[in-house]
């Protein structure tokens, strides 16, 4: 009866979701009798829609892998209900509407991973990881908390529909306390530098926990900024600090993902990268844009760790390209950036810093297709370049709009320094992916590969400290 | 001191990779002593029980406490990097490097020290001289310590990062490692390492049974067995008369039960039993590099190469769009469609017959070196008239996706790949009319009636498939009715497995195709047996798939030359897989492979488990239990040989390797002929089995 009662419990996964939904559509009629007060606690619009269901699909692949997954498990019951809860959590905290709930659902997260993490409890591995994780929770708790005091200093209420026209009616409020902490606590969740030590060594949960967490509760981050994207865009500094902090994460990400020769480990190290990159897009004024980012990252990452056992996959070697062909690839890039960007500024010229991101980012897979013996392989990788140029920047473009989130380009001053410098930053990055099989030999590349092998070494405090802080607790007991 | 060194690198198993899988014996280098011997000897080593305790399972341990620097974390990255067939998007620049350069060049970095110790490091690092010889004098000159303190400490010290001395002690199979070999640099990296990092682990001391008992515990469960010997001894004999269909299966333990639902279905059926690579010594030209087609003990006589060179697929495609930055701008886009893939899961791909024109380039060698290859094969086999008018070699291979150990379930006689190849090759030869007339004066008269076929049991699905595109009009009847039968045969045998491996639960087909499948199959789980005799003194038992069967004649064999083969490949094999599966289950924190929902694909060559960047070796958890409950007992191999005494003495006298195999109690080795008792071969000579 118990094992009937674990196998049915899959259905349970999309619940929170599918009753959102009747809510949403039969709300006006059948549910009015309801007390004005509890209908606030939920916040349905595109945005949460989106997420939601994004959440409830995924969470139930993930779900039903981690059931068949983990047979044979003694723990596999455990597993599957912190797992099950964990999903719902997450699409409470998708849903709600109210900022003090919200905090209440993001600690609530933290906690069922914390017991994932944890399945293995025999490992010390897997122990002092969640204890690591633990610790950086917290501190990012701790800036939300202090965020929702402030919030309820300023605005009296916790309602996040609400703040809208509270800002509709006195934009130049001083948000930056408020806005910088949530900028803190996002951070902290995704796993951005310098909070991102934790990630690359999750490894010790079983590959769904991974899943799970990189597709769907690093994303709560990212979805708390768009969530108090009307908050926190009133803030040229929060946005800046976002920017710079989503800038070295994404670097840093990249680098080091490029040089691991361990396949979960490159996707963790992608994640940091990817998400950092998110962020970049949110503090560039486009909010729209980073949630297509997120979904489209979780669906990618959920399937690349479940189905990181395939083999022949990762036993492919590459071409090595001579100074010519790199050359060649660089013109080529070149002159399809050109037109790219005249036809941006001509189209919508208030997105051409876009363009320039977009552009930069696509040249080693530009120089990759140059780099094919093939003609069909390249026109391959060459259609598949045009593809993501265009339909990235259109998206760029109407992504807000879709979702009704109101979008913040920036015209002038800081923001836009920073953005260029974020442009050039990549650029220079695309030319070292490009480069790279060219200054093997040299000294400062083995320097900085030997260093990536570790994710550029700066990993070990919150390590160091989840040891001492904990192992000493333990004594005691 | 150098000889004590390369003595130490000797006793390490080697570890495959994951794509050309073989079963090890992980005892490898300690057959010399006996078992009893070698297994104290190796406590002490790992500092951990290998014998289980007195239920049969493994004693539980308590991990040591968590420390940032291992030797695997020291150490495991930059290997991974330096050995990686193509898994990092940038390969490592030191590749073209020897091991020993290539890592002086990555420090301080590869370590991912800090602090004083990295300082610390550079300086040792400063005053080494730059070749290994060189290396190891200033070693052994600076450590003042005698021949067994210096054994016992690169033990030790090996023992911190098993997985990769194992795939480096591969590297350099089959010859031994020397003193300027990989696995003796990164012994000198370990010993200089350990200079700066304390690098042996304290593991907390258990209390547990005396070594002493817990052998007489594991000696004691296996003389249970010795009675389903007892048990085989006294079976009848029968002999079929004209079998309508003859088939050759590989001696897998899996085979057995695939075979006794078959032969059930009619007495006119007959399988032999017999190494899965049919002694075809090929390798063979593939798509993505050459397949050695045979065990690892015997080095490939003949390549085989396809008319036109195969296609090379493009699979760089998906990576080069998902890393570096355009990886950025493409997950926003693109990433949208991975939905399909998760709704779908990871799918088999269809691949197009890898071993397509095999049979013509088997055709295509010399005459007189086809017949002698398949006279090799007859004989062996001990096929002579009468023939039945079908004649089936029966390779196999497996069913699973999204599995790294893929290669694990084909078959283990063929280096990790199915035995397809050699079967096709083997039935191509034999219906070759030059190999027929050259077969006759050499006694083999096979009349044209006789037809020769391919086949590849599937042995995560039980299905047998017959390769018979090569077959004339007139055998059509009667091989649509021998593939009837193999499809009930194949029923049979998936109801068989099921009521022995009840947990499986799932059908073989769904678990087959499902990407978070961890059990696709039992594998050889179970093995305990090896018989060599007539199929008629087996045939009529079941053995639950725990035994390897292989057929012998004994009266066919009047000069022992079969028996010879016997003992010397297919029982070493078979002991192998049967000792990697005891080590698995008796002491699975030392031998087995962790947990498989843990482990992540490492360079294209390993798997490592969680965070430990080691390479696992041995079996996972899942191949070998379920919810703690082991389907596989740890016992020794218990081979069973239908001969006198005098013949597999001789083998035994010309064969060192084997006798110290028996003769060290690594395999329990029994004899028996027709109409006399049991015996077996001790340390002081043959003895009555009670």
């Given amino acids: ?153 300023h605005f009296h209420t916790w309602d996040f529909a609400e703040w809208i026209l509270i800002f509709a009616q006195d934009p130049d409020v001083n948000v930056f306390p408020i806005a910088a902490l949530l900028v803190i606590g996002a951070l902290t969740k995704s796993a951005q530098v310098p909070f991102h030590a934790w990630l690359p060594r999750t490894l010790e949960a079983p590959t769904a926990v991974s899943a799970l967490m990189h597709a769907g509760i690093i994303n709560a981050g990212g979805y708390l900024l768009i969530r108090t994207y009307s908050l926190i865009s009133h803030s040229e500094s929060a946005m800046v600090l976002l920017i710079g902090c989503g800038v070295v994460s994404s670097v840093w990400g990249i680098l080091a993902m490029q040089m691991q020769a361990d396949i979960k480990r490159r996707l963790a190290w992608s994640t940091i990268g990817q998400i950092g990159f998110m962020m970049i897009e949110i503090g560039a004024g486009l909010p729209g844009l980073a949630l297509l980012h997120l979904i489209g990252h979780g669906l990618y990452k959920a399937n690349s760790f479940l189905s990181s056992g395939q083999l022949l996959a990762y036993t492919s070697l590459r071409r090595i390209p001579s100074l010519a062909n790199s050359i060649a690839g660089l013109c080529l890039w070149s002159l399809l950036s050109l037109l790219g960007i005249v036809a941006a500024a001509w189209f919508s010229p208030s997105h051409v810093l876009m363009a320039y991101l977009i552009s930069a980012l696509l040249l080693p897979l530009v120089h990759i297709s140059v780099l094919q013996t093939s003609l069909r392989a390249m026109l391959k ?29 920036p015209t002038e001053g800081l923001r836009v320094a920073v953005l260029t410098g974020a442009i050039v930053t990549f650029l220079l990055l695309s030319l070292m992916a490009v480069f790279q099989p060219l200054c093997q030999s040299w000294r400062w590349y083995q320097w900085l590969y030997a260093y990536g092998l570790h994710g550029f070494g700066f990993g070990r405090w919150p390590e160091a400290l989840a040891d001492r802080f904990f192992s000493k607790k333990e004594r005691h007991i | 001191m150098k000889p004590i060194v390369t003595q130490v690198l000797r006793e390490i198993p080697p570890l495959w990779e994951l794509d050309r899988f073989v ?145 480096l002690r591969r ?296 390769f018979t595109s090569e077959a004339p009009e007139a055998w059509k009847d009667s091989i649509i009715n021998v593939e009837a039968q193999l499809k009930r045969a194949g029923a049979k045998a998936r109801a068989q497995r099921l009521i022995l491996f009840p947990f499986l639960k799932r059908s073989a087909y769904v678990r087959s195709k499902d990407w978070a499948e961890t059990r696709p199959e039992t594998a050889l789980a179970g093995n305990v047996f090896f018989i060599a005799a007539p199929r008629s003194v087996t045939r009529e038992l079941n053995l639950e798939g725990k035994a390897f069967l292989h057929s012998y004649q004994a009266d066919l064999d009047s000069d022992g030359s079969t028996l010879e083969l016997i003992l010397t490949a297919p029982v070493v094999v078979a002991s192998w897989i049967n000792l990697q599966y005891l080590a698995s289950t008796a002491a699975p924190e030392v031998y087995g492979a962790g947990d498989k929902v843990l482990h992540t694909i490492v360079g294209g060559i390993g798997v490592s488990e969680g965070n430990n960047p080691d390479l696992k070796f041995g079996l996972a958890k899942q191949s070998v239990d379920f919810e703690a409950y082991p389907y596989h007992m740890p016992s020794r191999l218990h081979v069973l040989i239908q001969a006198s005494q005098s013949n597999i003495e001789r083998v035994l006298n010309k064969h060192a390797e084997v006798k110290k195999l028996v003769e060290n109690e690594w395999i329990h080795l029994f004899a028996f002929e027709t109409g006399r008792p049991l015996t077996q071969r001790t340390l002081n000579g043959w003895q009555l089995v009670s």
């Fill in chain 1, 1 to 153: 009866m118990k094992r009937r009662l674990v196998d049915l419990s899959v259905c349970l996964v999309p619940i929170p979701t599918i009753i959102c939904i009747l809510f949403w559509v039969f709300g006006q009629t059948f549910f009015l009798q309801l007390n004005q007060k509890y209908w606030d606690l939920l916040f349905i619009d595109a945005l949460s829609l989106t997420f939601l269901i994004f959440i409830a699909i995924l969470g139930t692949i993930i779900y039903s892998f981690a059931f068949r997954n983990l047979k044979g498990d003694l723990h596999r019951t455990r597993f599957l209900f912190f797992l099950g809860s964990t999903l719902w959590v997450v699409q409470g905290l998708a849903v709600c509407g109210n900022f003090a709930l919200f905090i209440v659902f993001w600690v609530l997260t933290s906690f069922g991973l914390h017991q994932l993490l944890q399945h293995f409890k025999h490992r010390p591995g897997a122990v002092i990881v969640a204890k690591e994780k633990f610790l950086i929770s917290r501190l990012g708790d701790f800036a939300l908390i202090a965020a929702g005091v402030l919030i309820y200093l």
């Fill in chain 2, 23 to 167: 079963a090890v014996n992980p005892f490898l280098g300690l057959s010399d002593k006996p078992f009893s011997e070698a297994l104290a000897e190796l406590e002490t080593i790992w500092q951990r029980p290998v014998l289980p305790g007195e239920d049969g399972r493994p004693i539980p341990l308590e991990q040591p406490h968590w420390r940032p620097d291992t030797a695997a974390t020291l150490l495991g990255p930059f290997l991974a990097s330096y050995y990686d067939k193509g898994q990092a998007i940038w390969p490592a620049p030191w590749k073209n490097k020897p091991l020993f350069h290539a890592w002086l060049s990555s420090l301080p970095g590869s370590t991912g020290l800090v602090g004083e110790s990295s300082k610390l490091l550079k300086k040792i690092v400063k005053t080494l001289p730059s070749d290994l010889n060189l290396v190891w004098d200033y070693l052994i000159n600076e450590n003042k310590l005698d021949a067994s303190q210096w054994k016992r400490h690169l033990q030790i010290l090996l023992a911190e990062l098993p997985g990769w001395a194992a795939y």
């Fill in chain 2, 171 to 466: 590297r350099a199979w089959p010859e031994d490692p020397g003193i300027d070999s990989e696995l003796s640099a990164l012994t000198a990296i370990l010993v200089i390492l350990n200079q700066v990092v304390e690098l042996e682990s304290k593991w907390p001391q258990h209390l547990m049974p005396a070594f002493r008992d817990r052998l007489k515990w594991f000696t004691f469960r296996e003389a249970g067995l010795k009675e389903v010997l007892a048990k085989i001894v006294k079976q009848p004999l029968e002999e079929v008369k004209t079998p309508d269909v003859r088939a050759a299966f590989c001696i897998d333990v899996r085979s057995e039960v695939f075979r006794r639902a078959w032969e059930d279905l009619s007495p006119r059926i007959l399988t032999d039993g017999f190494a899965g690579f049919f002694g075809l010594p090929i390798s063979w030209q593939g798509s993505e590099s050459t397949e050695h087609l045979l065990p690892v003990l015997i080095a490939p006589a003949l390549n085989l190469k396809p008319m036109q060179p195969m296609e090379k697929q493009d699979r760089t495609f998906k990576s080069d769009l998902v890393s570096g930055p355009q990886g950025l701008a493409f997950v926003e886009v693109g990433g949208g469609f991975s939905l399909l893939s998760l709704l779908q899961g990871v799918k088999a791909k269809l691949k197009k017959d890898p071993y397509a024109g095999i049979e013509e380039a088997a055709r295509a060698l010399p005459t007189e070196q086809k017949v002698a290859l398949v006279a090799g094969i007859l004989k062996n086999l001990g096929w002579c008239a009468p023939w039945a008018p079908l004649m089936i070699f029966i390779g196999h291979g497996s069913t699973s996706v999204n599995n790294p150990h893929a290669a694990g379930l084909d078959c283990g006689a063929c280096g990790g790949l199915t035995g397809e190849a050699n079967a096709r090759c083997a039935a191509a030869l034999c219906n070759d009319p030059d190999v027929r007339e050259g077969l006759r004066p050499l006694g083999w008269d096979i009349p044209a009636s006789v037809l020769f076929l391919g086949g590849r049991h599937d042995t995560t699905l039980d299905e047998v498939k017959l």
């Fill in chain 1, 381 to 409: 990788r060459l259609f598949v370049t045009l593809f993501v140029a265009v339909s990235s920047f259109i998206i760029g473009i109407y992504a807000s709009f879709w979702f009704g989130l109101h979008e913040s380009l």
